[in-house]
């Protein structure tokens, strides 16, 4: 009897006991798929040879390994059940490395106790929902149960490996390749985003948006910007942390051979200084929401909260920034000291006034549109609700601090590679690759100073100074 003449005969026979709708189909299906899931593979482990118990080389050393322990068992939960897998045990007296060959040869992981496929769908799960929601959810999909602390343990263990001492452009090529050809234009754009942990309250964790890119032309410099190849950085960590990873980003993406970078940033000191180390040859603006931002806090210090010229002040603020440099708004600035009254009305006019002064050459804006570039920091506030707050920041929720660091990290491979191509992508980026030619970021590299002369030709005059004098 064929494969197909049986499935006939059981269907048959189970609607033989009764009428049944769609659902008890469906489910007597499922049922059929899991007995014989659950069959076929205690029967493809059976028919594997047996080991001969002889020493196999060590995987570290490479030293032949004795048998330490025959018939060890290792139970594996997979998508067709749970596997009782019985295999050697071997130690290398050598390196005190111990392994079981037949784990390797089945790829299973190295530890865990779930088979790859089944972490692969945990994992994806796992990093989208809390890990007591996966557990209930799960039950929807797959007839095989789990518990919140298997997605735990599952979460904690790939997070693990984004933190393992590797190469982060190689964590980054394996979750987005290398373009073959470097982009006209990137964007690179950083800000931070608070996150509540147990042990220090909130802490920042800082965003980087490395995204590919062409210039608009004229006339449509104001449509909304699509943003579909772009990598993510995401650091709960000191800057020297974030600076290793948003580098790294960099050289994935090419970021010394393309001919325009727009790094956006938020004002902060530390932006500007990210900006000259990893990518010199930037143009620097500062994003238009937070330029008007302090310009409408000011009138509001100055109006009151609430008071009816607010909207008329906030239009008006918006009216004189889009130009070629803070120089008319700062004029308008500076006709209201006369009417200050109080040291807090003067001390938010100068904090304002300040404030443009020191990012001028970073105010270009009207430039900047004409030429199709960037001027606000949508992609980056975008990135910290997709990539950190929809699954970090909900209601009620406080991180540990070891979970929250590999949660950030993880949740920006995810967004990087997508969910097809994010477990797949943690696993090679263990890999080391071989020996190529890498992409560095050189700043006196003779390629760079051409590049530095065919920039300083392309922009304005006051953003000339400001290059020529950096």
Known sequence: MSDAELLREL?????????????????????????????????????????????????????????????????????????????????????????????????????GEVSTAMERRILDFGVNDTFESVAERWSIHFPTRISSNLVRRVVDRAGALCEAPLSEENLQVAARPRPEEPASMLTVATDGSMLLTREDGWREAKVGVVARGGCFPPGVERARRRIEDARYVAVLGGQQEFKKSLAAALAAERADEVETVVWLGDGAAENWTLARELCPFAIQVLDVPHAAHWAMECGKALLG???????????????????????????????????????????????????????????????????GMPVGSGIVESAHRHVLQVRMKRA????????????????????????????????????????????????????????????????????RAWLASN
């Open 11 to 111: 269907a048959r026979r189970r609607l033989a006991k009764g009428t049944m709708d769609l659902d008890s189909i469906e489910s007597t299906a499922e049922e059929a798929q899991r007995d014989f899931g659950e069959e076929t593979l205690a029967a493809a482990i059976e028919a594997l040879p047996p080991e001969d118990g002889r020493p196999v080389p060590c995987p570290k050393c490479g030293r032949p390994a004795a048998v330490k322990a025959r018939n060890r068992v290792r139970h594996i939960l997979t998508t067709a059940g749970e596997l009782r897998l019985s295999r050697n045990y071997h130690y290398c007296q050598h390196c005190e490395h111990g392994f079981a060959p037949r784990d390797a040869a089945l790829k299973l992981p190295e530890e």
């Open 396 to 463: 009620g929720q406080r991180w540990s601090l070891q979970r929250a660091r590999r949660m950030v990290r993880l949740r920006a491979v995810y967004r990087t590679a997508g969910a097809v191509h994010f477990h797949q992508a943690l696993r090679d980026g263990r890999v080391r690759p071989p020996a190529r030619a890498r992409h560095v970021l050189v700043p006196n590299a003779p390629r760079r100073v051409k590049q530095r002369q065919r920039s300083l030709s392309r922009v304005s005059p006051l953003n």
């Open 305 to 371: 909260e609430g008071h009816c010229l607010q909207r008329h002040w906030d239009a008006r603020v918006h009216q004189l920034l889009d130009a070629d440099g803070p120089d008319t708004i700062i004029s308008e600035l500076m006709e209201c000291l006369s009417l200050t009254e109080t040291d807090e009305h003067l001390a938010a006019l100068d904090t304002v006034i300040g404030y443009y002064r020191t990012n001028a050459a970073r105010m270009q804006y009207r430039s900047l549109r004409v030429r």
